[in-house]
Every structure is written in structure tokens, then in C-alpha cells.
């Protein structure tokens, strides 16, 4: 079936510092990676798409300074979050999305803390 | 502003009963993907709908792409059903999938 691996799970960082994460797409080729935060609160803010062979699309308030992306492959994307302060707080999601289907599926997340 | 609008943000269900979950949205939207989010925080695949009416078990889900909306239907609740759904939305001529605000189910014994 159809899976994505995502890691770190969670990853506790002092401000100032990085951390970086990176999405498997398994059982599936995928054409494209959201990469998504969800807040404390639970809504989802989309920070970029990123398609192979393309340019990658940043949603306003969120730039390629602050959260490189790097998707090489149909398997594979990693993001990192560059300075990390308290407002980057959240749980990263990447949302792989099926060529062949069109369906997202998702990683486990990977959970930001920043002390 | 938002361009899904899930409701309700909330619903407490007994064991055994049944309800929908609404999604409606401002622009046009080419698929709709429906997913629960355990305690983990890990999204589980509910349906994926292009148009029309999917069924699986006791959850059904319908997209009505000209009316602009979506919803789940959730029947003979179980306490395993707890959790937050959430519906996402793709855009027209964009890859871009829009999430509603979620719905917090609690199922009652």
C-alpha cells in the first residue's frame, strides 16, 4: 500500500538553531509534497508545494530563506526549518500526492518544540 | 479569507448514533479528501472524492463540486471514531489542497 514516512517525529530545538525534516513516499510515485504546520490550535497553514522538475511555490508568509525545500526525486523531499523561534512551534506534515491517483497521503508529522 | 468552511467545529455522539460533518467551499474545488487525525497527530486517508458518493463501512462521503460542498456521514458511532476530521479541498488549476478547521468527534459510551 501506499505510505509515507516522515522524521524526525518530533525534534526539540533552542532558539536560534534548525531542524530539519524529511518525507519517504512508499508504494507509490509521487508527483508532488505539500508541506503543511499545524498550529497548537489545529489549523493547518500550507507553507509550499513542491513539484519535481518545477519551481517550488511558497505560500505568502512563508519563504525559501526560512524553509529551504529540497525534493530531488519521486520519492523523496526534505524541508528545514531555519532559525527556529517560538512562532515556528507546530506539528510539519508532508502531504505526498499520488500520480496516479491524485490522493494525498500523509506523513506522521514531525513535531517542533522550541525552548 | 477561508476558503473551506467545515462544520460543526465540535459534536459529542453516543455510541450507536449517527451524524454528518459539512464542508463548503467559497471557490470552485476539483477533489475533496476527508481524513481523521488520531492522538498521535498521524492523518488517516478517509475517502477521496473527484464527484459523487463513496461508502466504506459505516462512513459515507458525497462532493457536489457545482453546489460547492462536501460531506461525511459517520452512522452506528464507536468510541474509536474519536478524533478530529478534517476535510481538504483542492483548488481548480492549482495542486494546492485547502483544510477546513477540523471537527473534534467525541463518542460517548
Known amino acids: 500500500g501506499a505510505l509515507v514516512y516522515q522524521y524526525p517525529r518530533r525534534t526539540i530545538c533552542k532558539s536560534g538553531t534548525s531542524m530539519r525534516m524529511e518525507c519517504q513516499a512508499v508504494?507509490?510515485?509521487?508527483?508532488?509534497v505539500a508541506w503543511y504546520r499545524q498550529s497548537p490550535q489545529k489549523t493547518f497553514e500550507l507553507i509550499a508545494l513542491?513539484?519535481?522538475?518545477?519551481?517550488?511555490?511558497?505560500e505568502q508568509n512563508f519563504t525559501q530563506e526560512k524553509f529551504p525545500i529540497s525534493h530531488p526525486n519521486l520519492s523523496f523531499s526534505s524541508m528545514t526549518v531555519l532559525n527556529a523561534y517560538l512562532e515556528d512551534r507546530g506539528l510539519y506534515l508532508c502531504?505526498?500526492?499520488?500520480?496516479?491517483?491524485?490522493?494525498?497521503?500523509f506523513g506522521e508529522g514531525s513535531k517542533l518544540t522550541v525552548l | 479569507g477561508d476558503q473551506v468552511e467545515q462544520s460543526p467545529s465540535a459534536l459529542s455522539l453516543h455510541e450507536g448514533t449517527g451524524s454528518a460533518l459539512r464542508c463548503n467551499f467559497t471557490?470552485?474545488?476539483?477533489?475533496v479528501q476527508w481524513f481523521q487525525q488520531n492522538s498521535r497527530g498521524s492523518l488517516i486517508n478517509l475517502f477521496y472524492?473527484?464527484?459523487g458518493t463513496k461508502e466504506n463501512g459505516r462512513l459515507k462521503s458525497t462532493f457536489n463540486s457545482k453546489e460547492s460542498y462536501s460531506t461525511l456521514h459517520i452512522r452506528d458511532a464507536q468510541l474509536e471514531d474519536s478524533g478530529t476530521y478534517f476535510c481538504?479541498?483542492?483548488?481548480?488549476?492549482?495542486?494546492?489542497?485547502?483544510f477546513g478547521k477540523g471537527t473534534s468527534l467525541t463518542v460517548i459510551p
Open positions: 502531504g505526498a500526492r499520488d500520480r496516479n491517483t491524485g490522493q494525498l497521503y
Open positions: 508504494g507509490f510515485q509521487a508527483t508532488s
Open positions: 513542491s513539484t519535481v522538475n518545477s519551481a517550488i511555490k511558497y
Open positions: 471557490t470552485t474545488m476539483r477533489a
Open positions: 472524492l473527484a464527484s
Open positions: 481538504a479541498a483542492e483548488g481548480a488549476g492549482y495542486q494546492n489542497f485547502y
